[in-house]
């Protein structure tokens, strides 16, 4: 896709300064600009660089002044760091911007969408499911059976939905996550070997979710998994059955949540977080990376840690984890003094 600069102006709500009509196709860094790319300056650390760019058009604020000769053509705006931003969405607007079902794939009895449904090829649509509007479901991705998935939901290449899942409007689930997959539930036998107890419940999403690549939601127990209006989910992270996640809680990656664990809202947890089951997070709890919980926290509660203890206390005797050798040493003369 190529857009000219007086095309982005006016997307930008900004006045040109050069050629209007010089066209771009892709973005840079201003360090890392070449011929026929977009960039910005906001920082002004970076400011050396608009006078080397290569790129072809730089997106500037409306107070920048050259002190030199530019090669690019300027857009000026009030705040080039969010007039980037904005664009950035409109491209990737642009960019998702398919409809149409392609083939092969599979939609099977009963199944109901809006328009603007864009289907990838080598795709399944399970029986009695219901699709809102403007979805897209990219190639290799399957639907189970009786999924509902609201408006303006992208699916991006091999999503995995299990039957009987729900998932709100304007949800983004990147490749090779799956919803829906049974809960880890087995009874132990006399003998040692275990039988599975069936997961007959399901997972629903609510609304302005996003998930990661290769997370996997399980459906519950009894009942549903929940992740509540909002919620940001990085790469690779494990949420068990019964989990509850609270609206506008955000996650990092390789974070595991064990079985019908509740999580408050508005709460922050670092990557490569293991959470108990059956435990309960307050709402507004920070936890930081890689930290063990194994007892519930209250509101506002700020841990850190395996087993995870108070931030500020891990703070402080950390640094005397530190110097433990130090110490050690101090002590180990100090009981030869003495001895002495």
Known sequence: MKFTASQIASILEGEVVGDSNIEVYKLSKIEEGTEGSL????NPKYVNFIYSTQASIAIVNKSFIPEQEISATLIKVEDAYK??????????????????????SVISEGVTYGEGLYLGSFSYVGKNVKIGKNVKIYPNSFIGDNVVIGDNCVFFAGVRIYSESEIGSNCTIHSGTIVGSDGFGFAPNEDGSYNKVP????????????IGSCSTIDRATLGSTIIRKGVK???QIQVAHNVEIGENTVIAAQTGIAGSTKI??????????GIAGHLTLGDGVRVQAQSGIGRSLKDGETVQGSPSFNYSDYSKSYVHFKNLPKIVNDIENLKKTIIK
């Open 39 to 42: 960039t910005f300056l906001a």
């Open 83 to 104: 007039s980037f931003s904005k664009l950035l969405e409109y491209y990737n607007q642009v960019k998702l911007m398919k409809s149409g079902i392609e083939q092969p």
């Open 199 to 210: 997961q007959i419940g399901n997972v629903i999403i609510e609304n302005n979710v996003e």
């Open 233 to 235: 989910l990085d790469n």
């Open 264 to 273: 408050g809202k508005n709460c922050i947890i670092g990557g490569q977080v």
